[in-house]
């Protein structure tokens, strides 16, 4: 039955649609859509620092009028990371005045992308940097003590990324790296050596304009020094080695980027935080041989599907170290190529 009497006689006791009550919705009354502006007027900058959500990018319609302007993420790229070096496209306040706030709306394809995992077995990973087509890893000949394997996590992380590695030895004036760098003789690899009063600021910028290059090394081995030698108005915070420990202090806490100018050309540092670990659960294993140019030719020989660990059957790398035909510098590599495989394997 229905609640009101319906009298055939008298239309006046129906309800008309002003009696109707509709609740607003909380989220307001405009329809959902999947269809994004196109932002046509957005410019192309690109990402120097990021803190907290907010990011600092530099647009370049021109080197004269270029500017830094600080921005945030557009919601429709909430899911998707933005890192230092990545191209992106803002719009909104791009005065770059104190207190203005533009928007990211769109993140150009990258054309590398550096990252690591936690460890080895997890599929997290996170990226460390875009776009960067070289990475100069600093080790300390002593004080800390250089960790070969450390290196070889880079080297595996550079090569599986597209990206040339590089290699500069801090401190060489408290210890000899000779034997150090015996052990990447054979790897396409430019190596360059620094003493504490004496760094060759000159063969590493050559090295550098032209090109975006990001610096990783171990905490204490002078990182943050050698930016701040590079490029003076950097200011980069440097620690010092615990000498109980043997470790150094984190002195970086996010990626930053640094234009780098030499004799009239200009590149790009991006100084990264130390790490004590490189974790590669991101990488493909299939990659990690190609680290170690040394050792491919011979494994060539082996098996398909050969897995070059210690125990892998009739692998010509196991056999050629058995039979003595790997020279010492070889071997190292060998023990190293193996301990990360077997770390995958596992």
């Not at 080790?139 to 992380?157: F, G, H, I, K, T």
């Amino acid at each position: 039955m229905s609640w009101w009497n319906v009298d055939d006689d008298d239309d006046d006791q129906l309800p008309d649609e002003s009696d109707i009550r509709v609740r607003p919705s909380r989220r307001g009354s405009r329809p959902r859509t999947k269809t994004r502006p196109a932002h046509r007027d957005a410019v192309t900058g690109t990402v120097l620092g990021v803190d907290r959500g907010r990011y600092t990018v530099l647009l370049e319609e021109n080197r004269k009028n270029e500017r830094e302007v600080t921005a945030s993420r557009a919601s429709e790229l909430r899911r998707n990371p933005i890192v230092n070096g990545d191209r992106v496209d803002v719009v909104g306040d791009l005065s770059g005045e104190q207190g203005t706030l533009a928007r990211i709306v769109r993140v150009k394809e990258r054309s590398t992308l550096l990252r690591r995992s936690a460890d080895d077995t997890d599929d997290v990973e996170r990226i460390i940097v875009a776009n960067a087509d070289q990475m100069l890893i600093v080790v300390a000949a002593a004080n800390p003590e250089p960790r070969a394997r450390l290196v070889d996590r880079y080297l595996v992380a550079a090569f599986d990324a597209g990206i040339t590695p590089l290699l500069v030895i801090t401190k060489t004036d408290l210890a000899d790296p000779a034997d150090f760098v015996s052990l990447f003789a054979q790897l396409p690899l430019t190596v360059l050596t620094s003493r504490t009063d004496s760094m060759p600021i000159d063969d590493i910028a050559q090295l550098l304009v032209g090109h975006s290059t990001v610096f990783v090394g171990h905490s204490g081995v002078g990182k943050s020094t050698l930016v701040n030698a590079l490029v003076p108005d950097a200011h980069r915070l440097t620690g010092h080695v615990n000498r109980v420990t043997g470790r150094g202090r984190h002195t970086s806490s996010s990626a930053v980027s640094y234009r780098l100018t030499h004799h009239g050309r200009s590149g790009w540092i991006i100084d990264t935080p130390g790490v004590r670990s490189f974790g590669l659960g991101h990488v493909d294993t299939g990659n990690i041989l190609g680290a170690f140019p040394d050792l491919n030719t011979l494994a060539d020989e082996c098996p398909r599907g050969c897995t070059h660990l210690p125990d892998a059957p009739d692998c010509a790398l196991n056999e050629a170290s058995q039979a003595g035909d790997l020279d010492s510098v070889a071997l190292q590599r060998l023990d190293s190529l193996q301990r990360l495989l077997t770390t995958f394997a596992n």
